[in-house]
């Protein structure tokens, strides 16, 4: 089916010498981030799906496994979790290392370590702003809302089939970077792809309901904690909230039951930054940042090695979770408190 949308190459000549690339390797691997989202294993399943229609090899390896709210996007054969033997196996095996939606090789997790003593080739196709810490070929759009998005771009640049399976896959990555298109980086060419991916068979039934309409039991558990326990400060402009490893083995939660509460606090009358503390172990710490207009969190979270979007960063601190509450919540107060009346 022959889909609408323009299309706008970030890169004509760039994105040419990646479909070279990819076309030159007979066993890829494609990985994303530890904690996977949305738009690193929507854009992964699609692009997996095209390398496959070209009779490559394609292994997708994550760090982490796929989240429940994501496993309806899993293709056969399924995404490989992380475990040493395994992944050291497969990339062995393999002639190029794709990584989609990071390009900093410390968010790859475990499987950093393998990546460096391998030395496989590598490609990194990321939105985010900032270059890439890979040794290898990177392809950036920071102009567009999700890796989807670049995806997508690609495949019409390349005049490749966007099968219905690759249409649903791109419209659940591009529909979880936005937000289910409420974030500002939702823009009309946004809406434009979203509207040829709905033409070219994508299941936005069933990504709006998995994505956002299904919510775990130890999730709503949890969003009744933090709704007693979060705290206001800055006149009500600043709200944070700590999720200790005792909260969640309380409530019964895991990493992907946290999805949603950085968001559900930015959502509080007069609230403009939220910020969530989850402790990682004995002596880490990751810190969510959501907000709202011109209060850039993604400027503040560089402050702490993290980064992301103006309207949501994150970063990952090895400090333990009471050092880092107080540093940052002071740091934040300080940027974002209103200022005094004239």
Do not use: C
């Not at 709202?292 to 333990?320: K, L, M, Q, W, Y």
Request: charged share 25%; proline share 5%.
């Amino acid at each position: 089916m022959k889909g609408t949308a323009a299309y706008r190459p970030a890169d004509a000549a760039a994105g040419d010498a990646l479909q070279e690339l990819l076309k030159g390797a007979r066993r890829i691997v494609l990985t994303t981030h530890v904690q996977p989202d949305g738009d690193g294993i929507g854009s992964q399943v699609a692009l997996a799906r095209y390398l496959r229609g070209l009779g490559r090899q394609v292994t997708i390896l994550n760090p982490h496994a796929t989240p429940r709210r994501f496993r309806f996007l899993e293709p056969d054969p399924p995404i490989v979790p992380f475990e040493p033997a395994v992944a050291e196996s497969v990339l062995e095996r393999a002639d190029l290392l794709v990584v989609l939606d990071i390009s900093v090789p410390e968010r790859l997790g475990g499987l950093e370590p393998i990546v460096d003593r391998i030395g496989l080739p590598v490609a990194v196709i990321d939105h985010h702003a900032g270059p890439s810490y890979f040794d290898g070929f990177d392809y950036r759009d920071s102009g567009a809302a999700a890796t989807g998005e670049i995806i997508y771009r690609l495949f019409k640049e390349w005049g490749a089939e966007i099968t219905p399976p690759i249409a649903t896959a791109l419209y659940a990555a591009i529909a979880y970077d936005t937000g289910g298109f409420r974030h500002s980086n939702t823009v009309v060419a946004t809406h434009e792809i979203a509207a040829d991916l709905f033409v070219l068979g994508a299941d936005v039934r069933a990504v709006h309901h998995h994505l956002f309409e299904s919510t775990s039991l130890a999730t709503i558990r949890l969003m009744g904690r933090v709704f007693t326990d979060f705290e206001l400060s800055a006149a009500g402009r600043l709200a944070w909230v700590v999720l200790s490893k005792k909260l969640m083995e309380e409530v019964g939660a895991e990493t992907e039951d946290v999805e949603g509460v950085t968001e559900a606090l930015r959502a509080i009358d007069g609230v403009i930054v939220a910020i969530l503390f989850k402790e990682i172990g004995d002596r880490a710490t990751k810190i969510s940042f959501r907000s709202i207009g011109s209060a850039d969190v993604n400027s503040f979270a560089r402050r702490f090695g993290g980064g992301g979007h103006t309207n949501a960063a994150g970063a990952f601190v090895r400090e333990p979770l009471a050092a880092v509450v107080e540093r940052v919540v002071q740091a934040a107060q300080e940027a974002f408190d209103p200022a005094p009346a004239e």
